[in-house]
């Protein structure tokens, strides 16, 4: 069985600011790890994933995540957020099968 | 490629009507299913499908079913819809192998039962 929690249901930011939004994970077997993100009134988009390599992964809009096995963890960050990253963003692992399991994701609210 | 699309947008049953929720993708892709979304509950799995002929159930499949003809079209059906089912429903699709089995969804179906 896998499991996903995202810790922060809602993470406030300003413009400009850095954000880390926190993912952890549990699987009894090796995984595969996703970050997406859901703009208002829209389907979700893929932000990055990891499935091998190097544990440093870079994704779309400037988000990166770091899959560090040892903590189980898989946090997204960004340096520098913009008005337009305000969104809902979900992480999901997939292990063992093909269907992935979504945390109850994160609410990015980023103030002027 | 149109991608994963979703019909119809919006939608408003009463109590114990029937429905079917159209999802259709164009990317040959095996896996297809269904989730819905409520707030604070992330995305439950209803009910997925690994290829035409073969169908799941997921987290949550009571009241729903679905069937998988082809390759291209997996469609959901509330049998009689209860004001439980109010929900934005997602259909995604991918493929199975190593090619990375990131997640396609459609834009989502907004369901008010009353």
């Known amino acids: 069985a896998q499991s996903v929690t995202q810790l922060d249901s809602q993470v406030p930011v300003f413009e400009e600011a850095p954000v880390e939004l926190r993912c952890n994970y549990s699987?009894?077997?090796?995984?595969?790890l996703f970050w997406y993100v859901q703009y208002p009134n829209q389907g979700l988009q893929l932000l990055l994933k990891?499935?091998?390599?190097?544990?440093l992964v870079k994704g779309i809009n400037g988000f990166e995540a770091e899959f560090n096995k040892s903590q189980t963890s898989f946090h997204l960050r960004k340096p520098s957020v913009h008005i337009s990253d305000t969104a809902e963003y979900f992480c999901?692992?997939?292990?063992?099968?093909?269907?992935?399991?979504f945390g109850r994701g994160t609410s990015l609210i980023v103030h002027p | 490629n149109a991608g994963v699309t979703q019909t119809p947008k919006f939608q408003v049953l009463k109590t114990g009507q029937s429905m079917t929720l159209q999802c259709a993708q164009d990317?040959?892709?095996?896996?297809m299913s269904w989730y819905r979304q409520d707030p604070g509950m992330g995305l439950r799995l209803i009910h997925y499908?690994?290829?035409?002929?073969?169908?799941d159930q997921g987290e949550v499949p009571n009241g729903y079913n679905v069937s998988r003809s082809t390759t291209e079209d997996f469609p959901l059906r509330l049998l009689s819809a209860a004001p439980s089912q109010t929900s934005v429903y997602f259909c995604?699709?991918?493929?199975?192998?190593?090619?990375?089995?990131?997640?396609?969804f459609g834009p989502g179906t907004r369901l008010t039962v009353t």
């Open positions: 990317m040959n892709h095996e896996y």
């Open positions: 499908s690994v290829g035409a002929g073969i169908t």
């Open positions: 995604a699709s991918s493929y199975t192998g190593l090619a990375g089995y990131e997640q396609y």
């Open positions: 699987s009894s077997v090796s995984v595969y």
């Open positions: 990891y499935l091998s390599g190097s544990t």
């Open positions: 999901a692992v997939i292990g063992g099968s093909y269907i992935p399991t």
